[in-house]
């Protein structure tokens, strides 16, 4: 049984720029949740996903947007990329609100 | 607004020395408190959930249990493969919109030397 996949595996863009990042759930699982990791903290939440609709936001501009498809897996989106953007994404899947799977992150640089 | 904070930041122990990791916690109704294990560079694994004050749960060298206002993680003999970043987390069960976010704290950084 496959967990939580992620992809790309380590990103680096410039100052001004998009990303995507992807993820797919945990087989059975229905809700995807987004974090954002800067080093040596512990993950923020940044939006969950349930259904293919946004069900609760974090404290992130308008800027990080996402997306689930109808087999469950999910996509990030930041624009207008800033340094401090840089960190491991992470995405965890769950069954509603049941105990969350983490995959192994997407590492992003911005320089 | 929900708020984890762990200590201490890092602990270093000895193979077999025993020791214990605290986290204190403030959340307006806690439907669930979450133990992970975090190595360099990858994604937090899932070690325990407790729901209610008194719970433990056990995994190997592994305990964790709850308060009211507090969950400890007690590492019994630990090895060096136990070095690791431990993360624990909070799911408020108050009503409207907190649907299932986990709010972390800093975590514990563990290292268990030979």
């Known amino acids: 049984d496959a967990g939580v996949t992620q992809s790309p595996t380590h990103l680096i863009k410039t100052r001004g720029q998009q990303v995507t990042l992807r993820c797919s759930p945990k087989?059975?699982?229905?809700?995807v949740s987004w974090y954002q990791q800067a080093l040596g903290q512990g993950p923020q939440f940044i939006f969950q996903?349930?259904?293919?609709?946004?069900?609760q936001r974090g404290n992130f501009p308008d800027r990080f947007s996402g997306h689930q498809f109808p087999n469950y897996s999910s996509e990030l989106n930041v624009n207008a990329l800033l340094l401090g953007d840089s960190a491991l994404y992470l995405c965890?899947?769950?069954?509603?609100?049941?105990?969350?799977?983490f995959g192994p992150g997407t590492r992003l640089t911005v320089l | 607004e929900d708020q984890v904070t762990q200590s201490p930041e890092a602990l270093r122990l000895q193979e077999g020395e025993s020791s214990s990791l605290n986290c204190s916690y403030t959340?307006?109704?806690?439907?669930?408190l979450f133990w992970y294990r975090q190595d360099p560079g990858k994604g937090p694994e899932f070690l325990f959930t407790?729901?209610?004050a008194g719970e433990e749960k056990e995994k190997e060298r592994l305990k964790a249990t709850l308060t009211k206002k507090e969950s400890f993680l007690h590492i019994t003999a630990p090895k060096p493969e136990d070095s690791a970043t431990y993360l624990c987390?909070?799911?408020?069960?108050?009503?409207?919109?907190?649907?299932?976010?986990?709010?972390f704290g800093q975590g514990t950084i563990l290292t268990v030397h030979p």
């Open positions: 959340v307006s109704g806690l439907r669930g």
């Open positions: 996903y349930y259904e293919e609709e946004e069900r």
């Open positions: 987390a909070v799911q408020s069960n108050a009503g409207g919109t907190s649907y299932g976010k986990l709010t």
């Open positions: 407790l729901y209610s």
């Open positions: 087989s059975g699982h229905d809700t």
């Open positions: 965890a899947s769950s069954s509603g609100r049941d105990t969350q799977y």
